[in-house]
């Protein structure tokens, strides 16, 4: 029984958070593509994979800890304890009990987001014993498809942008691969650009402003075009359009509120995040029924709703198309 403890020991240290490391006695057939975490003890060997974003499984050999993620790790030959080789596998935390008979399949998944040149993604794997060997097999669940740019916000959901910018200077001064942005040609219209985003990677239809981050998503692409081109007012395209009803009556309370408009994107809840110009009730000339942003010289980003068929008084120069992770 010790030594089925020693064994397939589940560490309560590490239990805390949603991942356990499972220990076995077992030899990987390959550490080339391992990362070298040099000489450390066994312990700290598995609390950097335990900690670390990547890893799924530590390894101690010849006084070197190496970590292995989904795509560097081998298969691993089960061995015997005199062997003293040893791995650590991290598995998703179900119940809080230790192991007394050895798994024969080990579960886990792990959410990959810190690495900058790809968009955030789930990895489900699993490591299964056969004839004496662990092999695993994994899966990647994207939050957002190549080709958008995924935006935090503060309840962890995700927002996949995708953004056109009118052509008046190539997108390649800017450092844009980052902001996924593509150029465009025409009037950038309400319908145009609606269907502009359509065509987009992903497809995802015209942004709304439902977070705080959704705002400062779009600062910051306006500020770097501001920046780039030497345009320093301009209007962007966002979701929104008044309802026909309310055209006629816009200052009513139902039609200033997201009632009186039609989104087609995520449903917009609330006014809450939209820095209006003046309030959602303007409607300076007939056919001024569409949201837009407007920048302003230095002032901040705001919201206003303007024609959606003219470039007028200022044009417009940046569609926002933007859609929820994992849909
Ligand atoms: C692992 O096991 C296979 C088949 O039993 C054997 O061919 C291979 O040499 C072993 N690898 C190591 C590193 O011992
Ligand atoms: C690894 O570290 C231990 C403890 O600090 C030390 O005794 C040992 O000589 C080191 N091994 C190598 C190969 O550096
Ligand atoms: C991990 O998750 C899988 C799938 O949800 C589940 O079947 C398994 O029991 C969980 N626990 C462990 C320790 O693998
Ligand atoms: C980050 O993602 C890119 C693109 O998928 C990949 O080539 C690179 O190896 C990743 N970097 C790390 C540290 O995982
Ligand atoms: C991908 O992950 C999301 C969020 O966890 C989930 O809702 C969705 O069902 C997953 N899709 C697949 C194909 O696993
Ligand atoms: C909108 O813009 C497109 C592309 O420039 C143009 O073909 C279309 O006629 C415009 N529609 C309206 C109503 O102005
Ligand atoms: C909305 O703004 C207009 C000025 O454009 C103002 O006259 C009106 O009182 C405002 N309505 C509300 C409810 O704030």
């Known amino acids: 029984m010790k030594s089925l403890l020693a064994l397939f020991l589940v560490f309560d240290f590490l239990t805390s958070g949603t991942h356990v490391m499972i220990e076995v006695w077992g030899k990987p057939n390959s550490l080339k593509n391992g990362k070298n975490l040099g000489n450390i003890t066994w312990n700290s060997c598995m609390m950097a994979c ?6 799924i499984m530590a390894h ?17 030959n089960r061995t015997k304890p005199e062997n003293m080789a040893i791995v650590a596998f991290k598995s998703n935390v179900t ?14 998944y792990i ?20 004839r004496n060997q662990w092999n695993h097999m994994y899966m990647y669940n994207y939050s957002c498809p190549e080709g958008t740019w995924a935006v935090f916000r503060s309840d962890s959901s995700i927002a996949c942008y995708v953004v056109t910018i009118k052509i008046v200077f190539p997108i390649f001064f800017l ?7 593509t150029n465009g040609a025409g009037d950038f219209n309400y319908t145009y650009s609606k269907t502009g985003c359509e065509k987009q990677t992903g497809s995802p239809p015209l942004a709304g402003l439902h977070y705080p981050e959704d705002m400062s998503y779009m600062d910051n692409l306006v500020e770097a075009v501001k ?3 030497g345009i320093d007012s301009f209007y962007s395209r966002i979701d929104g359009i008044r ?6 009556t816009p200052t009513t309370e139902e039609c200033m509120s997201v009632k009186g408009f039609k989104f087609i994107g995520q449903p ?4 809450d995040h939209y820095n209006w110009v003046t309030n959602s009730s303007s409607r300076e000339k007939s056919g001024y029924d569409c949201l837009v942003l407007v920048a302003d010289k230095k002032k901040p980003l705001r919201v206003d709703v303007k024609s959606c068929t003219k470039n007028s008084p200022l044009t417009v120069q940046l569609v926002f198309c933007s859609k929820p992770a994992f849909t």
């Open 243 to 248: 309802t026909t009803a309310c055209q006629k």
């Open 50 to 55: 335990h900690g670390s974003e990547d890893c």
């Open 60 to 76: 101690l050999r010849s006084q070197n800890c190496y970590l292995f993620n989904e795509v560097t790790m081998s298969t691993v």
């Open 268 to 271: 917009v809840k609330n006014f």
């Open 227 to 229: 920046s780039v081109s």
């Open 175 to 181: 450092n844009f691969q980052q902001f996924y942005s």
């Open 95 to 108: 119940n809080e009990k230790c192991f007394d008979v050895e798994p024969t399949t080990i579960w886990g």
């Open 111 to 130: 959410f990959h987001y810190k690495n900058t040149s790809e968009n955030p993604k789930w990895i489900y794997y699993t490591i299964s014993l056969a």
